[in-house]
């Protein structure tokens, strides 16, 4: 396996695969370390590992068995904290499904016009009030619920082009 094919691999599947090692790890630096080291692993086998065994499945395998281990090793079950999925809360297909549609999801924002972005990532992800959002970005609390809602549209298109891409 040449280094192309990693690199594509990577860029497919690096952030789906840290949301996914964030279910494990509840840590998002520590998700991303895993996954490094996971494609890390993936280079030092490259010679070992031929393009058609690299699946999806042996990709989130090691990955899961990474985030198990990292897991064991640093006492969380100790401390009264465990990992959804040894919880039982989500099987894991499930759990690599959410990822992937949480991946799919951040993907869509990051096409977002850059101010219209940073709007929604206030008002939704930081709880934010539209009259704060104002305030802190000198602009009326029209043009803030405008920006919002036109984020939402944008998002929902983008939910409809996948669902008819794969479904229509």
Request: hydrophobic share 40%; proline share 2%.
């Amino acid at each position: 396996m040449n280094a192309a094919v990693i690199e594509k691999v990577f860029v497919q599947h690096y952030r789906p695969m840290c949301l996914y090692a964030l279910h494990y790890v509840h840590d998002l630096d520590t998700s991303e370390d895993l996954v490094q080291e996971c494609f890390c692993k993936l280079w030092e086998q490259s010679g070992r590992v031929h393009h058609e065994e690299l699946t999806q499945a042996y990709l989130y395998r090691m990955l899961r068995n990474a985030c198990i281990d990292f897991v064991r090793k640093n006492g969380a079950r100790e401390r009264g904290e465990q990992p959804s999925d040894l919880e039982g809360v989500l099987a894991e297909e499930a759990c690599e499904e959410q990822a992937q549609k949480e991946a799919r999801l951040w993907e869509a924002i990051d096409r977002l016009p850059d101010r219209c972005r940073k709007i929604f990532l206030m008002s939704k992800r930081d709880g934010m009030k539209h009259k704060e959002i104002a305030q802190v970005m000198g602009l009326s609390v029209n043009t803030v619920e405008n920006q919002v809602i036109k984020a939402l549209k944008r998002l929902r298109a983008d939910a409809e082009r996948i669902y008819h891409f794969f479904f229509g």
